[in-house]
Each structure stands twice: as structure tokens, then as C-alpha cells.
């Protein structure tokens, strides 16, 4: 009954974890698994429906200030494993600038400059949790 480790941004604000394995904890089969907040304030909940049954599945919600206004559809998924690696995706996808920071306007007719040159693809900084 390891924790899966997921590493979330810097700045993350993180509650629970993702069991290796539930066979032996029914009773942390709960609507409470994990929840993150990222640094943009995008939240990733993590739960299990229904509560406390092993014939459940864990359900992922996304969303920004209301869990009833969700980004995307919800998840579900069985294994702890491949929830933990959709966590992982889903962090990497909502931790990226919501427009991209790499140009530079020099004038109104909004051309480029030529010193401006997209960089390489930056990640954000992690943290193991």
C-alpha cells in the first residue's frame, strides 16, 4: 500500500495521495482521494464512486473555481496506476501558460521582431510529492 508518486508544479497546493493498492484500505475508497490545486488554479479531484465499493472506479474531475463547471469530462478509471499517469498528464497539460510568452510586439502593426525567436518547448518546475 505505496503512495504513487506524481510530481505536481512548484506552488501546488496537494491533499491526499494515490494508493498502490486498496485491497487492504476499502476504507480510504472514498470521494476523497487527492485533490491539487495547481499554481493557475486549475483544481485535479481524484475520487472514488461509488464510495467504499471495490467494484468502483476512480473519477477525475477538472476544473477552475466550481467542481460543477468542470474542463473537461469527467475520467473514470480502475487502476490506481493509470490514474496516477492521467494525474501526471493532466498536470503537465494545465501547468503550461494559458497564451503563449514567447513573442515580442515592436510596433502596432504587430509584426515580430527579428531578435524574437520561439525557444524550446519549457516544462514547468516540479516537485515529487
Request: glycine content about 4%; proline content about 9%.
Amino acid at each position: 500500500m505505496k503512495p504513487l508518486k506524481i510530481k505536481f508544479p512548484i506552488g501546488s497546493t496537494v491533499v491526499g495521495e494515490i494508493l498502490s493498492d486498496y485491497s487492504n484500505a476499502r476504507s480510504r475508497l472514498s470521494q476523497d482521494i487527492l485533490q491539487a490545486t495547481l499554481p493557475g488554479g486549475v483544481t485535479i479531484d481524484v475520487g472514488w464512486m461509488p464510495r467504499f465499493n471495490p467494484d468502483g472506479r476512480f473519477v477525475i474531475t477538472v476544473f477552475r473555481d466550481d467542481p460543477d463547471s468542470p474542463l473537461i469530462a469527467k475520467i473514470e478509471e480502475k487502476s490506481p496506476f493509470e490514474t496516477a499517469n492521467l494525474v501526471q498528464q493532466l498536470i503537465v497539460e494545465y501547468s503550461q501558460p494559458a497564451e503563449p510568452t514567447w513573442y515580442r510586439l515592436v510596433s502596432a502593426t504587430n509584426t515580430l521582431s527579428s531578435s524574437s525567436r520561439r525557444p524550446a518547448k519549457a516544462r514547468p518546475d516540479f516537485v515529487a510529492c
